[in-house]
């Protein structure tokens, strides 16, 4: 395997690294917005729950009052948990962000690493090229002095 090759290897499992990284960000993304849309429709049913308590409290025996308070306890309770609940998955979504980058920054190296590389091959083979062609013309510079002077010394 050729140094090339080798690179272009490294290059293809660090992009494949890279992609898989990128879809378990993708779904913390998703389990991160399913949490917020949860904590969202708790937030949303605890306004419409006391907006219309609040119009009826003062007609309500104080039994059923008492339920209504215990009740509403327990879905600020559950909103508690669930905004818990959110930044942890939030949490999540930023740390698996910085390993991709992390990732990306690792492949955008290798390319660069692999274009360098490329240069340098490149700047080999001109010089081959050139070295070739000198010695070549120098090569048929001797011929024509040496053809040419045989014609003088004869």
């Given amino acids: 395997m050729t140094n090339i090759e080798g690179m272009q290897l490294a290059i293809e499992l660090a992009t494949r690294k890279r992609d898989t990284l990128a879809q378990a960000l993708s ?3 998703q389990q ?9 429709q708790l937030e949303a049913y605890a ?3 006391t907006s219309r ?15 209504h308070y215990q009740f509403m306890e327990r879905l600020v309770h559950a ?4 905004t ?10 930023s740390q698996e962000a910085d390993i991709v980058r992390a990732a990306e920054a690792r492949l955008e190296s290798l390319r660069q690493v692999q274009a360098q590389r490329e240069r340098e091959e490149q700047v080999l083979r001109q010089r ?3 070295k070739q062609s000198d010695e070549l013309a120098a090569a048929q510079h001797r011929r024509l002095l040496n053809g040419g002077m045989a ?4």
Wanted: positive net charge; contains cysteine.
């Fill in 27 to 29: 779904q913390a993304r």
């Fill in 32 to 40: 991160w917005v399913g949490a917020q849309l949860q904590l969202d």
């Fill in 47 to 49: 306004q419409e729950t």
């Fill in 53 to 67: 308590w609040g119009a009826q409290s003062g007609r309500c025996a104080p039994e059923i009052m008492r339920h």
């Fill in 79 to 82: 909103m508690r948990l669930q």
């Fill in 84 to 93: 818990s609940v959110v930044a942890e998955h939030a949490a999540r979504v």
């Fill in 128 to 130: 081959r090229e050139q």
């Fill in 151 to 154: 014609g003088f010394v004869g």
